[in-house]
Nanobody, 115 residues
């Protein structure tokens, strides 16, 4: 079993920055992918960014050049640096860890971009 805890959400003005963190604990395999998903009201959950255990990132087109994903395998921590935030980035952000065929999810953290 894996437990994921997110932190760092909040309210920010357009053009601002936020940093989300996810701490993982439990039975974590060496081969896995960690990522951030988001879900806005009335919309489907979508991938924002992911990173493999050896550090290869993947970004949704909508966030390329603005968001950066990081992970520290020794500490089982993943972070998402979000810059140049837009109102359309407003959503609940979820930490995800996928290993074998199992997906684990955090409880979500709200990000609101508004003036």
């Amino acid at each position: 079993q894996v437990h994921l805890v997110e932190s760092g959400g909040g309210l920010v003005q357009p053009g601002g920055s936020l940093r989300l963190s996810c701490a993982a604990s439990g039975s974590i395999f060496m081969i896995n992918v960690m990522g951030w998903y988001r879900q806005a009201p009335g919309k489907q959950r979508e991938l924002v960014a992911s990173v493999t255990a050896d550090g290869i990132p993947n970004y949704a087109d909508s966030v390329k050049g603005r968001f950066s994903i990081y992970r520290d395998n020794a500490k089982n921590i993943m972070a998402l640096q979000m810059n140049s935030l837009k109102p359309e980035d407003t959503a609940t952000y979820y930490c995800n860890l996928r290993q074998s065929i199992v997906n684990y999810w955090g409880q979500g953290t709200q990000v609101t971009v508004s003036s």
